[in-house]
Each structure stands twice: as structure tokens, then as C-alpha cells.
């Protein structure tokens, strides 16, 4: 299969907390991308990092991306309530995007 | 701007019957892509239109179809369905992609299709 992995699939954490999950993945990319989801609604993009970058920011949210483990981690700081919904991490492979297996993150108020 | 919208919303249908679906991308995108997700599979591919040509194709079955028009909207078809076609479909807009270059993609809410 082509499609990326996430691990955990599932985590759970209290509010407050800080959240990581990791992302591998397959093929060569120009850039790695991640996702959320809230409750099987539709996608929301929520950073982007190409493949010369090793780490980004944005809010609470950092991504790191070691291109030569095929890996990337997703870590949300100062967890809230409303993080909760599956993430998911995103290469492209001729035109279309492979969607990792996803987790799904339960932030417990 | 508006972002991408997908209509029906909600559709239950019976096996054998045919289904199109309609998303409309966010102005100035040229790239549809349409996805399945169930709780089972995952998201998975189904095709990418750009500029109405369709560049790649999942893992599916003739019995998913697409296309795209002039104005980027796109359509897809599912013809006689099957109760594991339930899912929910979705719709993702972006400037586009192709060899080196990658956009974030737009989601629309989906559509959640159920066959009885």
C-alpha cells in the first residue's frame, strides 16, 4: 500500500497536555502536509513543510520532518478540548495526495 | 472566499440505483480531487481533475466516474451501487500539483452517502 502510516492511532490526553503523533510515509516528497478532522466532517489543512525544512511552526502547533527516516511528528502544545479529532499527515505521489492512516486525538477536559 | 461546496449533503439510495455528486471548487483552483472515507479503508483515493483532464485514478472500480468542467466544478458518478459504497465523499480544491510543486488542499464537507 501506498498510504502512509500515523502512530498512534489513537491517544488520549488531558487538557492541558501536550500531544505528539508521527507520520511515516513512502515515497520521495517535495513537501509533507497534515490534517484534522473534527467528528467525519470535512478536512481542515493545517501546515505545511517542505522537504529542505526540519522543523515549523505555527501556534501551539510544531512539525518536524527528518527526510531520511521517511518521517515527520506533529506536536500540539497546551492541548484544549477543541483539539479533539484524527489527524493526518499527506504526501503527494503523480498527482495525487496519500493520506497516512490517521489518530485520533481525545483531549479530556 | 467562498470555500469548496459539495451538494447533496446527504443522499440514501438502493442498490443497483446511480448517484452524482457535485463540488464546486474555490474560485481559481484548477485542481479537483475526490476522496472515499470510510471507517474501515481510510481515505482513499478516487481521481484528480485538472483543467477537465483527469491526471490520475485510484484503486476503484469503472462504476466511479468523474469529470470536470470549464469553470473547475466537477462531478462524480457512482452507477449501480453497492451497500459498501456507504461512505462519505470528499471533495478538495487546490492551485494544484504536479511534478515538484504541491498546494494544501481545500475540503469541502462532504457528502454522506448511504446505500440501503
Known amino acids: 500500500s501506498q498510504q502512509g502510516e500515523e502512530d498512534p492511532q489513537a491517544l488520549s490526553i488531558q487538557e492541558g497536555e501536550n500531544a505528539t503523533m508521527n507520520c511515516s510515509y513512502k515515497?520521495?516528497?517535495?513537501?509533507l502536509q497534515w490534517y484534522r478532522q473534527n467528528s467525519g466532517r470535512g478536512l481542515v489543512h493545517l501546515i505545511l513543510?517542505?522537504?529542505?525544512?526540519r522543523e515549523k511552526h505555527s501556534g501551539r502547533l510544531r512539525v518536524t520532518l527528518d527526510t531520511s527516516k521517511k518521517s515527520s511528528s506533529l506536536l500540539i502544545t497546551a492541548s484544549r478540548a477543541a483539539d479533539t479529532a484524527s489527524y493526518f499527515c499527506?504526501?503527494?505521489?503523480?498527482?495525487?495526495?496519500?493520506f497516512g492512516t490517521g489518530t485520533r486525538l481525545k483531549v479530556l477536559a | 472566499k467562498a470555500g469548496v461546496t459539495q451538494t447533496p449533503r446527504y443522499l440514501i439510495k438502493t442498490r443497483g440505483q446511480q448517484v452524482t455528486l457535485s463540488c464546486s471548487p474555490i474560485?481559481?483552483?484548477?485542481?479537483v480531487s475526490w476522496y472515499q472515507q470510510t471507517p474501515g479503508q481510510g481515505l482513499q483515493f478516487l481521481f484528480e481533475?485538472?483543467?477537465?483532464?483527469?491526471?490520475n485514478k485510484g484503486n476503484f472500480p469503472g462504476r466511479f466516474s468523474g469529470r470536470q468542467f470549464s469553470n473547475s466544478r466537477s462531478e462524480m458518478n457512482v452507477s449501480t451501487l453497492e451497500l459498501g459504497d456507504s461512505a462519505l465523499y470528499l471533495c478538495?480544491?487546490?492551485?494544484?500539483?504536479?511534478?515538484?510543486?504541491?498546494?494544501?488542499?481545500?475540503f469541502g464537507p462532504g457528502t454522506r452517502l448511504t446505500v440501503t
Open positions: 478538495a480544491s487546490s492551485l494544484g500539483l504536479g511534478s515538484g510543486v504541491s498546494y494544501e488542499q481545500y
Open positions: 515515497t520521495s516528497i517535495n513537501n
Open positions: 513543510i517542505r522537504s529542505n525544512e
Open positions: 499527506a504526501t503527494v505521489l503523480t498527482y495525487k495526495y496519500i
Open positions: 474560485s481559481g483552483h484548477r485542481s
Open positions: 481533475y485538472f483543467s477537465e483532464t483527469q491526471r
